[in-house]
């Protein structure tokens, strides 16, 4: 039996695929205590695991607008906004991140620590040396972030572009996030480092989970960009395996009996209180098609949603394995769990977004051709239309998204996971013992 820490930051597309983690765990027998946001005590200890919050500094609710959270945000535009959220949503946080872990470290010594990408905190940690911390691995949960002399800075939505030409345009902006968006959070990051560890901290701190013993990304390769100089501690998990949502199944089921194609549309369970971004869109640009719609609201009151066409159908929440197989086109705001599970049943996407790692998620699609990305947030009903209707006449979109559902069904998801943590553990404990 091991004893592991999931250290998390409290937002849900953060925290939901680590409670399967953490579940899977749990299951087997291991003592995991899990880091991360109040409102999220009792899902957590629904998966075995004990729930250790994050101090009040470190935690908030990501279903709150942000201008709400922090008001001088509101007068912020373009990179001076990037640079205010990234400082004060993920890197000053990471102080009393880096604290709450090593607190439960010392009160009961770790074997390992798994965290996600933005849980800054995790930088913080490998300022100490092996022996003093436990090994940290970064799970995956969203596009891959790490730094490549092959790709665009993490955020622009730029796909690889290939020769001279890209590595040129690559270096090149890299070389202005650096000059222009990093210096103010970059210098509260240095100031934390140096205060916990007496010396610079030794990379971008938003390049840390190179740094870390494992890299264990929630994809499989064929959705991530190859990246000549990856470090050699990246390994891909494929999704980690967790059911959909075990909705019953609505009174107009017996309507998706194939006789025209299925279109599944949501925006999810977080950023789903403005309709207009993309439902509302999506059923009037969608109204007069050959198609069934099967909205589901996430969550919120089936009579909230604007007035439905006649060939929409609606639920709070629709089970997922039930759906997928009957879906022919998976329409989205670009979170990428949702992705992955439409693509490990073969679905192509049309994914719409421009905030948070969206833009990263749909640029991911249109580069694996499983489907067509909307550079918005708020798409027109004609732009909606024109993509669903591409995905359905061209078979090459479907292809490409049953190649990567064959991929799927090849990996081993959170097992792989956990092999890769018992490895470090084996490691870390022969060390130990010399």
Request: one cysteine or more.
């Amino acid at each position: 039996m091991a004893s592991i820490i999931i250290a998390a930051m409290p937002i849900h597309g953060h925290v939901t695929p680590l409670l399967a983690v953490a579940r899977h765990l749990a299951g087997r027998g291991d003592r995991v205590r899990f880091v991360t946001g109040a409102r999220f005590a009792e899902v957590v200890r629904a998966t075995g695991a004990t729930h250790l919050p994050l101090p009040a500094e470190a935690d908030f609710d990501d279903r709150r607008d942000w201008n709400e959270t922090f008001p001088e945000r509101a007068a912020l535009r373009g990179t001076r906004a990037l640079a205010h959220d990234i400082e004060h949503i993920f890197v000053r946080p990471g102080l009393p991140q880096h604290d709450a872990v090593m607190a439960a470290h010392a009160a009961e010594p770790a074997d390992a620590v798994l965290t996600d990408p933005a849980f800054v905190g995790g930088a913080f940690l490998l300022g100490h040396p092996l022996g003093v911390r436990p090994p940290v691995v970064m799970c995956g949960i969203c596009p891959l972030m790490i730094s490549s002399r092959d790709t665009a800075p993490f955020g622009t939505g730029l796909t690889p572009l290939r020769g001279p030409l890209g590595r040129l345009r690559d270096a090149t902006l890299a070389t202005v996030t650096r000059r222009i968006v990093f210096p103010p959070f970059e210098r509260i990051a240095e100031q934390i480092f140096q205060r916990l560890h007496g010396r610079s901290i030794p990379f971008a701190v938003l390049d840390w989970p190179r740094h870390a013993e494992a890299i264990v990304q929630f994809t499989v390769p064929e959705f991530e960009y190859p990246r000549s100089d990856a470090p050699a501690t990246l390994h891909f998990a494929g999704p980690i395996s967790a059911s959909g949502s075990r909705a019953p199944l609505p009174p107009w089921w017996p309507e998706l009996d194939g006789s025209r194609p299925v279109v599944h549309l949501t925006q999810g369970t977080i950023a789903n209180s403005d309709y207009g971004q993309l439902i509302r869109p999506a059923l009037e640009g969608l109204a007069d098609e050959n198609v069934l719609i099967a909205v589901a609201t996430g969550g919120r009151p089936v009579d909230s949603l604007p007035p439905l066409p006649a060939n929409a159908r609606a639920a709070e929440f629709l089970p997922y394995d039930d759906l997928l197989p009957r879906t022919d086109v998976y329409v989205t705001n670009g979170g990428y769990g949702g992705v992955q599970y439409a693509l490990r049943y073969g679905v192509p996407i049309v994914a719409a977004g421009s905030h948070e790692d969206k833009p990263e998620v749909i640029a991911r699609v249109a580069w694996a051709g499983v489907g067509r990305r909307l550079r918005t947030e708020t798409p027109t009903p004609a732009a909606v239309r024109r993509a669903v209707r591409a995905v359905l006449d061209d078979h090459r979109y479907r292809d490409a998204a049953r190649h990567i559902a064959d991929r799927m069904a090849t990996t081993r998801g959170v097992h792989r996971l956990a092999d890769i943590v018992d490895g470090l553990v084996e490691e870390s404990r022969r060390s130990r013992l010399g």
